[in-house]
Nanobody, 128 residues
Framework: QVQLVESGGGLVQPGGSLRLSCAAS????????MGWYRQAPGKQRELVAV???????TSADSVKGRFTISRDNAKNTVYLQMNSLKPEDTAVYYC??????????????????????WGQGTQVTVSS
């Protein structure tokens, strides 16, 4: 099994910054994509930013130029640097690991043995 542990959320004033971290641990041979999603009260969960093993990123238009996603493959850790925060960024932020192989045998198997995992979520509140 794989666990995702998030950290770095909190309360910040508009215009401030926060850095979220998410570390994956457990039976991991490789992880295809890691990323961040968020869910505000009364709204659906939405993509914030994702990054694959090669470093290619995708991010929501609402955060481009303000949020930066990065990844340390050796540590199976993904980061989200959030600058110029706005009240509308307030949400629970969830980390996701997609396409996780538990072992080399799983990676080489003709069967699809990939797994996806979610973190428990961390609250980000932007308010004065």
């Amino acid at each position: 099994q794989v666990q995702l542990v998030e950290s770095g959320g909190g309360l910040v004033q508009p215009g401030g910054s926060l850095r979220l971290s998410c570390a994956a641990s457990g039976s991991i041979f490789s992880i295809n994509t890691m990323g961040w999603y968020r869910q505000a009260p009364g709204k659906q969960r939405e993509l914030v930013a994702v990054i694959n093993g090669a470093g290619t990123t995708t991010s929501a238009d609402s955060v481009k130029g303000r949020f930066t996603i990065s990844r340390d493959n050796a540590k199976n850790t993904v980061y989200l640097q959030m600058n110029s925060l706005k009240p509308e960024d307030t949400a629970v932020y969830y980390c996701k690991a997609e396409g996780v192989y538990w072992s080399y045998d799983d990676y080489r198997s003709p069967e699809d043995r990939r797994h996806d995992y979610w973190g428990q979520g961390t609250q980000v509140t932007v308010s004065s």
